[in-house]
T-cell receptor
Framework: AQKVTQAQTEISVVEKEDVTLDCVYE???????LFWYKQPPSGELVFLIR??????QNEISGRYSWNFQKSTSSFNFTITASQVVDSAVYFC????????????FGTGTRLLVSP | KAGVTQTPRYLIKTRGQQVTLSCSPI?????VSWYQQTPGQGLQFLFE???????NKGNFPGRFSGRQFSNSRSEMNVSTLELGDSALYLC????????????FGPGTRLTVL
């Protein structure tokens, strides 16, 4: 069975601080995809980043970066120089590489960025 | 290019009633998935449709059903509503079953009284 754990329920930071959101996953599949989504108060889930299981290269995209470590089944997400507009709930998700679109989500981490 | 649209955005029903929610995917997208989001259970997968066929179903009772039309628009139906069905229902579309990106709509917030 697949499972995604986001142990941090809520994080509060002050603007311009860096913040890392943790994600640990469980799967028996050898190939899979990992995602981060952002959910602002409007409710719509906004896609942020994707990583497949056979590419452990960590990247930076603007203020976003991620650290994928297959050995520890972790897929952490960092926002550099946080802004008030980053305040939202962030979800980590897992998808099998089987041709199905089903996403298994973590419970989410609420990020509050204050000015 | 228009995004995923869901109608209605808000809905209030009473126990025992039934409800139909609609989702129009991004133009050209043929795969539609539905998710239920509640404070207690989080985001849970309901169904996935492609070319008018249900390809995958989550662990929900038979009161939850859905379908997809030839234009890729999808509807989900919940019969005999219960208080616990109150949730945000999110629809996601992707180009195909193997696409690596799903785009979500704004959701339909259902309240059951």
């Amino acid at each position: 069975a697949q499972k995604v754990t986001q142990a941090q329920t809520e994080i509060s930071v002050v603007e311009k601080e860096d913040v890392t959101l943790d994600c640990v996953y469980e799967t028996r599949d050898t190939t899979y995809y990992l995602f981060w989504y952002k959910q602002p108060p409007s409710g719509e889930l906004v896609f942020l980043i994707r990583r497949n299981s056979f590419d452990e290269q960590n990247e930076i995209s603007g203020r976003y970066s991620w650290n994928f470590q297959k050995s520890t089944s972790s897929f952490n997400f960092t926002i550099t120089a946080s802004q008030v507009v980053d305040s939202a709930v962030y979800f980590c998700a897992l998808r099998q590489n089987t041709g199905f679109q089903k996403l298994v989500f973590g419970t989410g981490t609420r990020l509050l960025v204050s000015p | 290019k228009a995004g995923v649209t869901q109608t209605p955005r808000y809905l209030i029903k009473t126990r025992g009633q039934q409800v139909t929610l609609s989702c129009s995917p991004i133009s050209g997208h043929r795969s539609v998935s539905w998710y239920q989001q509640t404070p207690g259970q989080g985001l849970q997968f309901l169904f996935e449709y492609f070319s008018e066929t249900q390809r995958n179903k989550g662990n929900f009772p038979g009161r939850f059903s859905g379908r997809q039309f030839s234009n890729s628009r999808s509807e989900m139906n919940v019969s005999t509503l219960e208080l616990g069905d109150s949730a945000l229902y999110l629809c996601a579309s992707s180009q195909s079953t193997t696409s690596n990106e799903q785009f979500f709509g704004p959701g339909t917030r259902l309240t059951v009284l």
